[in-house]
Each structure stands twice: as C-alpha cells, then as structure tokens.
C-alpha cells in the first residue's frame, strides 16, 4: 500500500494550494481519508477528514471556510484544496487512511497507513 502526496510549495499569504494524495494497493473506496499537518517544532495536528459513502467531511477551526477536503474514487485520490492561506499554515501536509472510523481517527492514532508528506511554505 503507498499514499503518495503532492502538490505542496511555496505560496505568498493569500494564495492557493490544491493537495493531492494518490493511493494505489487498497481498497480506496472503502476507507476513511484525512489530512494531517506537523508545523516545525509542533505536534501533528488534525486539519481535515472524509468518511461514509455520502463523503461527509469535518474540518478543524483554523481551516474552516478556507479549506476543502475531497475524494475521487475512480481514480485512487484525496485532495485538500487549500485557499486564502496563512503563513500559520506552513507545515508538512500528510494524508492517512484508516478502514475503521473510530473517535481516534482525528488523533491520527493507529491509522492504517499515511503518506510521507508534502510541504507547504506560506511565506511573502
């Protein structure tokens, strides 16, 4: 199993970044997504997750209204299409999968597999 993120860089404050996160050797329809973040010296934190066959989608705080989490199913991919970004939201991007949604999903504990990230720069 691999998920592959891409799409990270460089961006001014204000500007846009759609994450993708490409996943191959499971069954992709069957699992529950999420992004998750590491800022420098900082513990990872939950940003985003989508779960059942209806997508539902939940988002932390900070990212509310700027951000918007994502699935397409026919083609093995997670996206977080990130707008009107803050230097605050410079940190390492990663997306996990789990099969089993439970209360710790959004602790990032015991997720079946994650990505090894992409980096977002938001910085003038």
């Known amino acids: 199993v691999q998920l592959v993120e891409s799409g990270g860089g460089l961006v001014q404050p204000g500007g846009s970044l759609r994450l993708s996160c490409a996943a191959s050797g499971l069954t992709f329809r069957s699992y529950a997504l999420g992004w998750f973040r590491q800022a420098p010296g900082k513990e990872r934190e939950f940003v985003a997750d989508i779960v059942g066959s209806g997508g539902q989608t939940y988002y932390v705080d900070a990212v509310k209204g700027r951000f918007t989490i994502s699935r397409d199913n026919a083609k093995n991919t997670l996206y977080l299409q990130m707008n009107s970004l803050k230097p605050e939201d410079t940190a390492n991007y990663y997306c996990?999968?789990?099969?089993?949604?439970?209360?710790?999903?959004?602790?990032?504990?015991?997720?079946?597999?994650w990505g090894k990230g992409t980096l977002v720069t938001v910085s003038s």
């Open positions: 996990a999968a789990d099969l089993h949604y439970t209360s710790s999903f959004r602790k990032g504990d015991d997720m079946d597999y």
